[in-house]
């Protein structure tokens, strides 16, 4: 039993090897790329990071997880307890001298939520849901003729009275109901860029569903993100950009649809001011610095049509959109166009 005696000369001589052998396996396994993919908020949540210790890239891959499902048992409505849906119950019953007290990062949500309704002049609207709670696109129901009457006033989103300073708010109609589902994505894939940023990690890219966003670069090259074609056939163009540091939301008339007696397409985005899904596009992407606009801008922008839409675009120079119709035609802002 030599071998492993304490002073033997053979055993120091083994222990440095097996050192050796784990400080170069460490430093070989230690960078990579580390990715995970979950279904989280309705949707597939992937996240790929760069780090130089594996062990801690897949820490973060964890805490990104954990941020969302966080952000998702706040702000669904299929979720009863989540702050959104008690929100949903209590607002209406409160008034301006005794408004419900909400989180600051509720308040942050809805004051976004209603800057972008005044900007779109209610193309955005987060009482959508107030006539909209009752489309069930997996049955594929409609409200009623008598819904739809009663409901539809109580779409508009200047009934959701909100104080962003003292974060309280209530709803000064009773029928409202508020869904965030046009921009807690985007405020989600924020909060888990900002995460693995804060950590340090200097390449990663997160989307959840279609909202994506990618902080540095791929390691020397761009990351590549694509835009689908919106009926997955020849008709419409495949789109890849290669982006640095910035975000592409998508919203599209495919992702939760059904096709009704009459032969139209009934699907998730829903112009406020008929109650009805908006028919002139299949598709839009919005391209900028953060996710939490460009998901709200991408819903905007779908409800607004091809021309009213690029034109808000167009006076926002951080942004710029590519919207394909339902005919196919691929229509860009001004910034993605070249200068003749
Ligand atoms: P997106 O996933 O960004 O394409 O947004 C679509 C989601 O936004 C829908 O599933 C609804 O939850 C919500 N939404 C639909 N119509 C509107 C609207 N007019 N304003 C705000 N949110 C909307
Ligand atoms: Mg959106």
Same mark, same amino acid.
């Given at each position: 039993?030599?071998?492993?005696?304490?002073?033997?000369?053979?055993?120091?001589?083994?222990?440095?090897?097996?050192?050796?052998?784990?400080?170069?396996?460490?430093?070989?396994?230690?960078?990579?790329?580390?990715?995970?993919?979950?279904?989280?908020?309705?949707?597939?949540?992937?996240?790929?990071?760069?780090?130089?210790?594996?062990?801690?890239?897949?820490?973060?891959?964890?805490?990104?997880?954990?941020?969302?499902?966080?952000?998702?048992?706040?702000?669904?409505?299929?979720?009863?307890?989540?702050?959104?849906?008690?929100?949903?119950?209590?607002?209406?019953?409160?008034?301006? =001298?005794?408004?419900?007290?909400?989180?600051?990062?509720?308040?942050?949500?809805?004051? #976004?939520?209603?800057?972008?309704?005044?900007?779109?002049?209610?193309?955005?609207?987060?009482?959508?849901?107030?006539?909209?709670?009752?489309?069930?696109?997996?049955?594929?129901?409609?409200?009623?003729?008598?819904?739809?009457?009663?409901?539809?006033?109580?779409?508009?989103?200047?009934?959701?009275?909100?104080?962003?300073?003292?974060?309280?708010?209530?709803?000064?109609?009773?029928?409202?109901?508020?869904?965030?589902?046009?921009?807690?994505?985007?405020?989600?894939?924020?909060?888990?860029?900002?995460?693995?940023?804060?950590?340090?990690?200097?390449?990663?890219?997160?989307?959840?569903?279609?909202?994506?966003?990618?902080?540095?670069?791929?390691?020397?090259?761009?990351?590549?993100?694509?835009?689908?074609?919106?009926?997955?056939?020849?008709?419409?163009?495949?789109?890849?950009?290669?982006?640095?540091?910035?975000?592409?939301?998508?919203?599209?008339?495919?992702?939760?649809?059904?096709?009704?007696?009459?032969?139209?397409?009934?699907?998730?985005?829903?112009?406020?001011?008929?109650?009805?899904?908006?028919?002139?596009?299949?598709?839009?992407?919005?391209?900028?610095?953060?996710?939490?606009?460009?998901?709200?801008?991408?819903?905007?922008?779908?409800?607004?049509?091809?021309? #009213?839409?690029?034109?808000?675009?167009?006076?926002?120079? =951080?942004?710029?959109?590519?919207?394909?119709?339902?005919?196919?035609?691929?229509?860009?802002?001004?910034?993605?166009?070249?200068? =003749?």
């Amino acid at each position: 039993m030599y071998l492993f005696h304490p002073t033997h000369p053979r055993t120091a001589f083994i222990r440095v090897l097996i050192a050796l052998a784990l400080v170069l396996s460490g430093h070989m396994a230690q960078a990579s790329w580390l990715s995970d993919e979950q279904a989280i908020m309705g949707t597939q949540v992937s996240v790929t990071l760069w780090h130089q210790d594996a062990v801690r890239g897949e820490q973060l891959l964890a805490q990104v997880m954990a941020e969302m499902r966080r952000i998702d048992a706040a702000y669904s409505p299929f979720k009863e307890y989540s702050e959104l849906s008690q929100m949903n119950r209590a607002a209406a019953q409160h008034s301006a =001298e005794q408004p419900l007290t909400i989180s600051a990062e509720m308040s942050r949500l809805l004051d #976004k939520a209603l800057y972008y309704g005044r900007l779109t002049e209610g193309a955005f609207d987060i009482t959508f849901a107030s006539l909209a709670r009752y489309y069930d696109y997996r049955n594929a129901s409609q409200p009623s003729q008598l819904q739809r009457r009663q409901l539809l006033p109580a779409i508009d989103y200047r009934h959701v009275k909100l104080d962003h300073i003292g974060h309280t708010v209530y709803y000064s109609q009773p029928q409202v109901y508020v869904d965030l589902g046009g921009i807690a994505k985007g405020y989600a894939v924020d909060r888990a860029i900002e995460l693995l940023r804060q950590a340090g990690v200097r390449h990663a890219s997160v989307s959840a569903g279609g909202d994506s966003r990618v902080l540095g670069d791929k390691r020397g090259r761009p990351w590549l993100v694509g835009i689908k074609p919106p009926r997955g056939d020849q008709t419409h163009a495949a789109i890849t950009l290669p982006l640095n540091d910035s975000a592409i939301s998508t919203s599209g008339d495919y992702e939760r649809y059904f096709i009704d007696a009459d032969g139209e397409r009934i699907h998730h985005i829903i112009n406020p001011h008929t109650g009805k899904s908006s028919s002139e596009l299949a598709s839009v992407s919005i391209i900028g610095p953060n996710s939490f606009d460009a998901d709200a801008l991408s819903t905007s922008v779908f409800v607004l049509g091809g021309d #009213k839409g690029l034109k808000l675009i167009n006076t926002l120079p =951080e942004f710029d959109a590519i919207v394909i119709t339902r005919s196919g035609k691929v229509r860009y802002s001004s910034g993605l166009v070249a200068p =003749e």
